[in-house]
């Protein structure tokens, strides 16, 4: 306990080191299960900071939503410290922490609106469940939520007469009611089409921009994390096994967890007909593939040609593509290098000397390339 509250004594009192939104610290969270506790978050710790858009992906059953219901009580961890905006929320009381908790906006898959309320009474109702608003403040603080969200003119109606993504506008304008600090979004796109989720993301990076909200945004699509987040942890059974910027995420993954998420996004893929005449085994006409990784400064290096040079090995590509993430380039290569196994290695140690990455994926036989 001692060591926690040193940690957050440091930081209020260092001018330099600006307060973090929200800091765990230790949490565990078990849950009783049919043979003992089952440990869905075991010893895990995270900082976002003001400002943020940060990220938390991992597979289905990972405990993300553990995660973030303990950053705001809604699940009260086993042991650890959860502290947000300077408060430990953990060592509240409950008056004081339901107080606290309106600093953290939420909102969820499947919207969660009462269907008897209209659109204006569904934002107004956590301004209602606050106490003491009247009726003329309470509508001055719902309609210019209703305009962010682009739907003043959706105000009187119901629920079932809004589409998917409309719903979760309102979920928003709701959450955004009681001016918190802090939104959390769990899996806040993962039952619109990807046209309305794209809207959606839109809408929630204006809002961290317009209100300087900290986001905090769960998923188990890359392309949800890839699109808003600026800083991700990839959490797999109640760790975090990566973190770091989104960029650095896509440019290095580190862990089978990561590389199997990041598969999900086409783009870094080869295409079907190559993927499958990409084989282990080694056939005597079997050429090594590779991919590299631009990044970085190195990638505007011609490597390409230095490698060719160097090697005096052709260089067959099979696929490219360009990302642009947080707005620099990340460029994705994939080729078939002439000269067998042990040139590969080679050429993968003099990529890792220009600063980019290669990975060896297999082999492709010499008559398949032709073909494809
Ligand atoms: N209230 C609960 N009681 C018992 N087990 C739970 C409870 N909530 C979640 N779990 C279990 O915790 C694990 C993680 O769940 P969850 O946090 O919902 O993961 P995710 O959001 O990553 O899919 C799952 O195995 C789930 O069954
Ligand atoms: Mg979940």
Redesign the pocket.
């Known amino acids: 306990m001692d060591g926690a509250l040193e940690v957050i004594d440091g930081d209020l009192n260092n001018p330099k080191t600006p307060m973090p939104m929200i800091r765990m610290i230790g949490v565990s969270k078990a849950?009783?299960?049919a043979d003992g506790p089952?440990d869905?978050l075991r010893n895990l710790s995270l900082t976002v900071e003001k400002g943020d858009i940060f990220g938390i992906i991992?597979?289905?059953?990972?405990?993300?939503?553990?995660?973030v219901?303990c950053i705001n009580m809604l699940?009260r961890p086993t042991s650890g410290w959860v502290i947000v905006g300077g408060e430990d929320l953990t060592s509240l009381p409950p008056a004081d922490l339901r107080r606290s908790r309106r600093r953290i906006g939420m909102i969820f898959q499947h919207f969660n609106l009462l269907s008897s309320r209209t659109v204006f009474d569904n934002v107004a109702l956590p301004l209602e469940v606050i106490g003491g608003i009247g009726r003329h403040e309470i509508r001055r603080r719902v309609t210019p939520l209703l305009d962010l969200v682009g739907l003043a003119d959706k105000r009187d109606q119901y629920p079932a007469q809004l589409s998917g993504g409309q719903k979760q506008r309102v979920g928003i304008a709701r959450a955004l009611a009681s001016d918190p600090s802090v939104l959390i979004c769990?899996?806040a796109t993962s039952a619109l089409d990807p046209e309305t989720t794209k809207s959606i993301l839109a809408l929630l990076a204006d809002i961290n921009k317009r209100l300087n909200i900290t986001i905090v945004i769960?998923s188990?699509e890359m392309q949800v994390i890839k699109e808003l987040a600026n800083n991700v942890a990839v959490?797999d059974r109640?760790e975090i096994v990566e973190e770091g910027t989104v960029y650095d995420l896509f440019a290095g993954a580190k862990t089978d967890v990561t590389c199997t998420l990041l598969r999900d996004i086409a783009s870094r893929e080869l295409p079907e007909a190559i993927r499958e005449r990409v084989t282990a085994e080694q056939e005597p006409d079997g050429q090594p593939v590779l991919r590299i990784t631009f990044r970085g400064p190195a990638a505007n290096n011609p490597v390409l040609f230095e490698l060719v040079r160097e090697f005096a090995a052709p260089l067959n590509i099979l696929h490219g593509h360009i990302d642009y993430i947080q707005g620099k380039p990340l460029g994705i290569l994939t080729v078939a290098v002439g000269g067998g196994a042990s040139h590969a290695a080679a050429i993968i140690s003099r990529l890792n000397g220009y600063g980019l990455r290669g990975e060896f994926l297999g082999y492709v036989a010499a008559r398949d390339l032709s073909a494809a």
């Open positions: 849950f009783a299960g089952v869905v991992g597979r289905s059953g990972a405990g993300k939503s553990t995660l219901r699940e769990d899996e769960v188990h959490l109640g």
